[in-house]
């Protein structure tokens, strides 16, 4: 099992760009969950999805916007790119009635 | 509202010293708590949890204690590795589960 890819790697946006970042799972886990990670800040919780077809805002939910229209998937879309969202985004899933979160390695986005 | 407060890093140790590094929460109900670490590069992983009042997680040598008295998760380790060195973060869910919150998290450099 490849547990949860994120795809890209890393990315550098301009200003006003938009951009999907993927995210993949083939553990079938129903709860899928996006973080962004800021320095000295932990992690903030942006998104989450109990189960195909339904989201959920968390913390940090403006200028982002996610789907959830299969089990394994959960992309995050950012529509209007700015600087403010140069962080590194992480997505996690989980099975209903247990606690443990699978992480996925990561992306980082530099928005300029 | 939910919260969690870690002491801040960074924490630079002798290998074989011990370990302490505090969090503290805030909880409207009953929430379980756990222990992440991230090495460079890569995602969060489990390190380890609890699920109620006095329970001990433990895992790789690290122990938690789940003291409701004092809303407190503290991580120990009597012995710590060159191998140990990472980010540690400390987080709860409460209620449905659905949403987890997370300190801010603490850098660990084990020295030799």
């Known amino acids: 099992n490849a547990g949860v890819t994120q795809t890209p790697k890393f990315r550098i946006l301009k200003i006003g760009q938009s951009m999907t970042l993927q995210c993949t799972q083939d553990m079938n886990h129903n709860y899928m969950y996006w973080y962004r990670q800021d320095p000295g800040m932990g992690l903030k919780l942006i998104y989450y999805s109990v189960g195909a077809g339904i989201t959920d805002k968390g913390e940090v939910p403006n200028g982002y916007n996610v789907s959830r229209s299969t089990t394994e998937d959960f992309p995050l879309r950012l529509e209007l790119a700015a600087p403010s969202q140069t962080s590194v985004y992480f997505c996690?899933?989980?099975?209903?009635?247990?606690?443990?979160?699978?992480f996925g390695p990561g992306t980082r986005l530099t928005v300029l | 509202g939910n919260s969690v407060t870690q002491m801040e890093g960074p924490v630079t140790l002798s290998e074989e010293a011990f370990l302490t590094i505090n969090c503290t929460y805030t909880a409207t109900g009953y929430p379980s708590l756990f222990w992440y670490v991230q090495y460079p590069g890569e995602g969060l992983q489990l390190l380890l949890k609890a699920t109620k009042a006095d329970d001990k997680g433990s895992n790789k040598g690290f122990e938690a204690t789940y003291r409701k008295e004092t809303t407190s998760f503290h991580l120990e380790k009597g012995s710590v590795q060159v191998s140990d060195s990472a980010v540690y973060f400390c987080?709860?869910?409460?209620?449905?589960?659905?949403?987890?919150?997370f300190g801010t998290g603490t850098s660990l450099t084990v020295i030799p």
């Open positions: 996690a899933s989980r099975r209903t009635a247990y606690n443990e979160q699978f």
């Open positions: 987080a709860l869910s409460e209620g449905t589960g659905n949403q987890f919150y």
